[in-house]
């Protein structure tokens, strides 16, 4: 297997990871944007939409998922919880641990905030067939596994 990069072909600021990376915050803004109607921020609806999935039921695991930092998300959680989005639950045979789980009210926003982000996701897809949007979640999905 081959470098895709050499000295001759590397510019920092046009190679694959800066691309992914203004990617990542032109896509989280336009979702701020777009959840600004439901009062929820992009990070926000992370943190509802990985409960729903169940992939994470604590803290500590959505911080892992998707690398945020402990302390900015108990803040989150807490604000969270005040708009009666999502509560904690101790877990009856471990009282220091505490799974976190929607509030009818949050699993009802949800629906809401998905489609906002399918809209978002999808502008940022147009022009693409969708051939070529499985290729590349195919192709970063490689990149993850490679990581």
């Known amino acids: 297997m081959t470098d895709i990069y050499d000295a001759k072909t590397f510019e920092p600021g046009r190679c694959v990871g800066p691309l992914i990376g203004r990617v990542r915050v032109a896509l989280l803004d336009a979702l701020d944007r777009a959840l600004l109607p439901l009062n929820v921020t992009a ?19 959505i911080c892992k998922g998707i690398s945020y930092d402990a302390g900015a998300m108990t803040r989150m959680i807490d604000r969270l919880e005040q708009r009666g989005l999502l509560r904690r639950v101790r877990v009856a ?3 220091r641990t505490q799974k976190l789980e929607l509030t009818d ?3 009802l926003l949800y629906p809401k905030a998905r489609a906002a982000a399918m809209a978002v996701i999808n502008g940022f897809l147009r022009g693409f067939t969708k051939t ?16």
């Open 132 to 147: 070529e949007a499985r290729q590349l979640e195919g192709f970063l999905k490689r990149m993850l596994e490679n990581a």
């Open 43 to 61: 990070a926000q609806y992370v943190v509802i939409s990985t409960l729903v999935s169940g992939n994470a039921d604590s803290a500590s695991q």
């Open 93 to 95: 045979d471990d009282r």
């Open 105 to 107: 009210e949050g699993k």
